[in-house]
């Protein structure tokens, strides 16, 4: 997640009067995606859903799980 201006190829939607902006053929893979900002005893910050599964398992976010 990174601030960013919309271009050619992206998606652009609007929630509760924050601007969001998506790659069009990420969004088509992963959609729907919900973003929330979440309040932890760790801290808080977004926390991005998708019922995207990344082929071969892997969680999408590292590389020693899959």
């Known amino acids: 997640m990174a601030l960013d201006e919309p271009k050619q190829d992206d998606q652009t ?3 509760n009067g924050l601007k969001f902006v998506i790659n069009q ?3 088509d ?3 729907p ?3 929330d900002f979440i309040e932890t005893p760790n801290g808080s910050g977004f926390k991005l859903s998708s019922n995207f599964v990344a ?3 892997s969680c999408g976010t590292c590389s020693s799980c899959g």
């Open 29 to 31: 893979e992963i959609q």
């Open 33 to 35: 995606i919900t973003v």
């Open 25 to 27: 053929a990420l969004y």
């Open 55 to 57: 082929a071969g398992g």
């Open 13 to 15: 939607f609007e929630d």
